[in-house]
């Protein structure tokens, strides 16, 4: 620009992206935008914003080319997205600094990504690539690759785990395969070997022939067979030996790519075998790494200094400034409609926390999650450490961020019909003893969504948990909701329960005892669902207890509302 005033073009408008904008205006920066959505929550803070596709790199290098021509352009960057290619598109048109196309483009699709990492020896598993058209020919087209079960089919072309899932048997490949076309731009699959072990995420800056190394983390991951996380911590607690391991395999992948300007993320899981790559990116990771939790636990702000480098700056310093664990975390909700939102400033107020970030409110659509876009909200912990307390500390930043998703309740709407979906799948045609078996019949999903609570009666396929009112009732004292409800609570509970009482836990990490004193909090008059005389209503408790064991406190509060 004419008073050497730099600008950039940001691609995406939505709350990742909105880091990179706020970085490039605190540099005093001019911020040209551009989004699918002309109503991204970011899309107000561009000096400049228009409405494009993120896929369009032809449109996007062109309102590229125009703003070079009108006032200057310094340097085009994304982060969180999956449109590398466009700015590497677009910065070749413009002559600016990027991963080449080439690189951006491999990067970008699963298919040249692991046909590159086999010609060039990069440990990752075997693969076979499947058409929409040939989806039915997928099991035969495994057994020639010498593929074996269990796989993972997932979309070619897209990120944040939609459309992947882990397949166990011929059985279910079909509908995984129609799942993951369905989120492929192009209609292409990809079933590859299920790599067991656990999964960290990798972040480096590379330019000038050096290759930067910046965050590691862990990755939570649950609710098979989809692949959620629930969160990470950084720095990782892998041992040291098998961290270096994960940065040369992940060194060589990048290599492999040819990505050699910008960021890179990869997301790496150590098997049996070694380390071995799942996925390689040419950009910054989203998921609140790169811009929240890498630089609390490190104190080095990596958006900015991707920034620079996507303007032709060298970052001035990557060496790590202080030790912090930071915590991420999720939380999840029942399927409906959402009603109120609580314990938000509650969550914000535990030592520890950083950050709260709801993605729920009022009247919104929830579901249980079978892609990492569809959670409900993030706690962001950090906790400071020095020498070897690094334990002590990483336990701290859990427990805040955890407990932080335990204080907030997302209250649903009754008469929801995926809510009684799924409080009550099980027990649908009950008669007055309560409960029946389902035999068959039953979809190959019948254990997804999870109960909330991990009891081992809970989830056998195609059986209902009949037996846990069978067996009959004992009366249990909760003294612990004394202090919330003037008295100790006086239940009847399944005999059954008994030896899980203090033991099972939620989705989030309650036990039964705190998530009915939660519930009893939140509406003191539940307690009367519970006691001896509600028994004149034969299946209530029941009713209740079911609706517990599936939803947890969302389960009881949707039940109680209903009545």
Not at 59 to 88: R, Y
Not at 160 to 184: H, N, Q, T
């Amino acid at each position: 620009m004419n008073n050497g005033q730099k600008r950039v073009l940001i691609l995406g408008a939505g709350f990742m992206q909105g880091r990179a904008i706020d970085a490039a205006h605190r540099k005093g920066w001019k911020v040209a935008v551009v989004d699918g959505n002309p109503n991204a929550v970011y899309a107000p803070k561009a000096d400049v914003f228009k409405p494009i596709d993120l896929k369009n790199k032809e449109e996007i290098a062109a309102f590229a080319l125009e703003l070079k021509e009108n006032g200057g352009l310094d340097g085009i960057f994304t982060c969180a997205t999956d449109f590398s290619l466009s700015v590497a598109w677009a910065a070749k048109k413009c002559g600016l600094p990027s991963h080449s196309v080439e690189s951006a483009a491999a990067a970008s699709d699963k298919v040249k990504m692991r046909e590159i990492f086999a010609a060039s020896s990069v440990p990752s598993p075997k693969f076979i690539v499947v058409y929409g058209s040939r989806i039915k020919e997928a099991e035969n087209m495994l057994s020639a690759a010498g593929i074996s079960f269990p796989v993972v089919a997932k979309p070619a072309d897209n990120m944040g785990a939609r459309g992947c899932k882990k397949v166990s048997s011929g059985r279910d490949l079909l509908p995984a395969l129609e799942e993951a076309v369905s989120f492929s731009r192009s209609g292409r699959a990809v079933v590859e070997e299920f790599m067991d072990g656990p999964e960290f995420s990798l972040e480096a800056l590379v330019f000038d022939g050096k290759f930067y190394e910046t965050g590691f983390a862990d990755r939570h991951i649950f609710f098979p067979p989809y692949f959620i996380e629930t969160g990470h911590t950084i720095p990782s607690g892998l041992p040291g030996e098998q961290k270096k391991a994960a940065w040369e395999v992940f060194k060589s992948g990048v290599a492999a790519l040819g990505l050699d300007y910008g960021a890179v993320k990869g997301d790496i899981k150590i098997t049996a075998e070694g380390p071995m790559v799942g996925e390689i990116a040419g950009r910054l990771s989203g998921g609140y790494m790169s811009g929240w939790t890498f630089p609390y636990s490190s104190g080095i702000d990596l958006t900015s200094a991707a920034l620079d480098l996507c303007t032709g700056i060298r970052p001035s310093s990557l060496e790590s400034m202080k030790k912090t664990v930071s915590a991420e975390r999720a939380w999840i909700s029942v399927p409906g409609i959402v009603a109120s939102v609580s314990g938000l400033e509650a969550a914000g107020k535990i030592p520890g926390v950083k950050d709260v970030f709801p993605l729920k409110k009022s009247g919104d659509h929830v579901v249980f999650p079978r892609s990492n876009v569809e959670k409900c909200g993030n706690c962001i912990s950090a906790v400071d450490f020095s020498g070897d307390e690094y334990l002590s500390a990483r336990e701290k930043a859990v427990f805040a961020a955890e407990e932080a998703c335990r204080k907030i309740i997302l209250r649903l709407s009754p008469g929801h019909r995926e809510t009684e979906d799924f409080l009550f799948r099980y027990t649908r045609g009950a008669g007055e003893r309560g409960l029946e078996e389902i035999t068959d019949k039953v979809s190959c999903d019948l254990d997804f969504p999870p109960s909330c609570f991990d009891l081992p009666f809970m989830e056998t396929r195609g059986k209902v948990f009949q037996s846990v009112f069978s067996a009959g009732w004992t009366k249990k004292i909760l003294d612990e909701c004394s202090v919330c409800v003037s008295e100790p609570v006086e239940i009847e509970i399944p005999e059954k329960l008994l030896p899980f009482w203090d033991t099972a836990s939620d989705w989030h990490g309650r036990d039964i005892v705190s998530s009915l004193c939660q519930a009893f909090v939140l509406e003191p008059a539940l307690t009367g669902a519970f006691r001896p005389a509600a028994k004149n209503d034969k299946l209530l408790p029941i009713k209740y207890w079911t609706a517990f064991l599936r939803g947890g406190i969302q389960g009881l509060l949707y039940v109680y509302d209903c009545l």
